[in-house]
Structure formats: C-alpha cells, structure tokens
C-alpha cells in the first residue's frame, strides 16, 4: 500500500491572480503551472516574494509547494501564492501564525485596478474641458 502524504491546501489572491497552493512534506521543490518556479518566474524578486513565508518560519526545506495560479501578471500571482504558502503554513502548524501575521503575509492585499467610468477615458482621467 503506498504511503499517505500529508498534504495542506490554501487559496491566495493579489489583483486578479488565484494561485492554489498545496504544501507537501519534502525536500523545498516548488512547482508552478508544472514548471519549476525558476523556469516560471524570471525574476529573483518575484521568486523571494514567494519564499519569504519559508523564510520568517525556518521551514525553507521542509515542504515541497504545488501550485495552479491563473490571472493577472507575474507580480500579482507571486503575492497570491505568498498568500497562499502562507495560510498553508499555518493549517500545517498553528504555532507560525504570529510570525507569519506580525511579517503582514497572512493578510489578502484589497488593492485593485479601478474601474474605467463612462464619459471618461480611464478611472480617473477627463477628457479636457472647454469653456467655448
């Protein structure tokens, strides 16, 4: 009979990015969209954002992360499989929550792109008013 995995799954967002996170016991592979986070996120920036969790909690080489993320740009799905490595951290071991919630990555970031109003050419932006 095979071995039972513990697995612990979580969901992160950030701007229109959903990354669904599964943390595994292992060795600190971390796979994204079935590529290795190298081949999938160029940057070094993005792949500490994603990191950081293991990092604040000393857990860098004990989980190997699953993860499916869609939507938005590659700043957006790096902070929500932060978000998502994080509340898996916490499902795993309850005793990383202060850590994890004092270093700010358990909470979801509500910023987003406004929405384009009628009569204007952005959110914001007017078109240019004249008085004749």
Known sequence: MAQKVLEY????????????????????????????????FKLETLR?????????????????????????GPTGQAGAIRLGIARALVLSDEGLKPALKEAGYLTRDPRMKERKKPGQPGARKRFQFSKR
């Open 9 to 40: 799954a979580a969901t992160g967002r950030r701007k229109t990015s959903v990354a669904r996170v599964r943390l595994a016991n292992g060795v600190g592979k971390v796979i994204v969209n079935g590529k290795e986070i190298a081949d999938y």
């Open 48 to 72: 500490r954002i994603i990191e950081q969790p293991f990092d604040t909690t000393g857990t860098s080489k004990r989980y190997d992360v699953l993860v499916n993320v869609h939507g938005g």
